[in-house]
């Protein structure tokens, strides 16, 4: 059975794949004729990728993941030192995300085109990231890290809370929001 934090990792990029995905399949419907609730869960949705990917997996990789397997694997090194400037920018990158949407969202569809070319850059660069971390970092981790390197990635992963999983555990606090995203936004991304 592969290691705990192995399985997290590969369901936080499953579950972080889907929601790439329904942003883009709601960016493609538009708002229609429900801009507000459209607007809301695109919010919602963004507001996931800010809180959970970027404050919680991304930095116990970088912590915890990364500087194991670049000691034990120097051919990962240069692709975690890619991956570690993904990080590193990938805040901002959120960020620069949530404001582009709140212009067109105030300032009307002016500003569409400039949140759609940014979001398919991003989705595009974010599977690429994660494509990398599953073809290279973790092959190499299962390769050479040893049980107790996997003892502590384990402990790190353990704490992690992913409102999308359906194998990790939940934080309660999460539940608002995926409810808020399920309930408002339309098949087949949600039930709205």
């Not at 949530?98 to 070319?117: K, N, P, V, Y």
């Not at 809370?161 to 936004?185: E, G, H």
Request: hydrophobic share 45%; glycine share 4%.
């Amino acid at each position: 059975m592969p290691p705990s934090s192995l399985r997290a990792i590969r369901e936080e990029h499953s579950s972080l794949a889907a929601m790439l995905k329904s942003l883009r399949l709601m960016v493609d419907r538009g708002p229609g004729d429900e801009p507000a609730a459209f607007f809301d869960v695109m919010r919602a949705m963004l507001f996931y990728i800010d809180e959970v990917p970027e404050r919680q997996h991304h930095p116990k990789e970088s912590e915890w993941l990364f500087p194991q397997v670049a000691r034990r694997s120097p051919e990962a090194a240069q692709v975690i030192a890619r991956l570690e400037r993904d990080h590193a920018g990938g805040e901002a990158a959120v960020r620069e995300l949530q404001h582009s949407l709140l212009a067109w969202e105030l300032i009307g569809d002016a500003r569409r085109e400039t949140f759609c070319m940014a979001l398919g850059r991003y989705i595009d660069f974010y599977l690429e990231h994660m494509r990398l971390e599953e073809t290279v970092v973790l092959p190499a981790a299962q390769q050479h890290l040893t049980a107790e390197d996997w003892s502590a990635l384990d402990a790190a992963f353990a704490g992690n809370s992913n409102p999308l999983s359906a194998v990790q555990p939940r934080d309660p606090a999460y539940d608002r929001l995926f409810t808020r995203i399920v309930q408002r936004a339309p098949s087949p991304i949600g039930v709205g």
